[in-house]
């Protein structure tokens, strides 16, 4: 099955962007996952070509509209693909969501801009507000490649080697361990004598203490 991704943008040209190259790139090319950008102001209806408006009851910025909006969304197949909308009010994006969604088909991931979203659309339409992280960006377009990155990356046969996907951050609820490799020595600083002995166990051993280590320095939260 393919994983298709439909994305809807004011700038289409921002994509499929990173996602062409390196591993992403070459699982694309061999239909392992699609991409399609729709451009939302071809749906717009005066000679403006206008998507936006002012926000009701006043402020600064402008809003996007909900009736250019849904056309836009309806424009697209309806099927079981989740609709997201790329949002810093949305619910946080785990690793454990990315994995559900890779999971699956598909996507449809709608980009903002400007002040927001009318509201009654994202109600309308069913839209889940996801967030990547406590900060602003210019618009949803940069969101939505970082989370379909974190999408593709994992879908079967992507990174080549399957098991790459399972020793990382947030996969097991901790940050992941430090890496080492050769030389032996660097600037004085030597690999650690367990990653060398040869003994897997202790390895394990020494692994999972350094990554709860980890954890509880710089994601406590992680622990609870």
């Known amino acids: 099955m393919t994983f298709k991704a439909t994305v809807l943008t004011l700038y289409p040209e921002m994509f499929p962007g990173h996602l062409g190259i390196s591993l992403a790139g070459k699982a694309m090319e061999r239909g392992q996952w699609s991409m399609e950008a729709v451009q939302i102001r071809d749906f717009a209806t005066d000679k403006h070509r206008s998507v936006d408006d002012t926000p009701a009851g006043g402020g600064a910025g402008m809003v996007l509209r909900a009736d250019v909006l849904a056309t836009a969304i309806d424009s697209i197949a309806d099927d079981a693909r989740p609709r997201l909308l ?55 377009e940069p969101a939505a490649l970082t989370l379909l990155d974190a999408v593709v990356r994992i879908l079967p046969g992507v990174m080549g080697n399957d098991e790459s996907g399972t020793h990382e951050s947030f996969e097991g ?14 600037e004085g600083r030597e690999i650690p004598d367990v990653l060398t002995s040869g003994n897997h166990k202790k390895i394990a051993e020494w692994r999972e203490a350094e990554a709860r280590k980890l954890t509880q320095e710089r994601r406590p939260d992680l622990l609870k």
């Open 86 to 140: 790329m949002s810093p009010r949305g619910k946080p994006l785990t690793q454990a969501r990315v994995r559900e969604l890779a999971g699956g088909e598909g996507v449809v991931i709608v980009c903002g801009r400007f002040e927001g979203v009318d509201q009654r659309v994202i109600d309308a339409r069913g839209l889940e507000e996801v967030s990547i992280g406590d900060y602003i960006l210019s618009g949803g």
């Open 173 to 186: 609820g901790m940050l992941e361990h430090p890496h080492y490799t050769r030389p032996q020595v660097f």
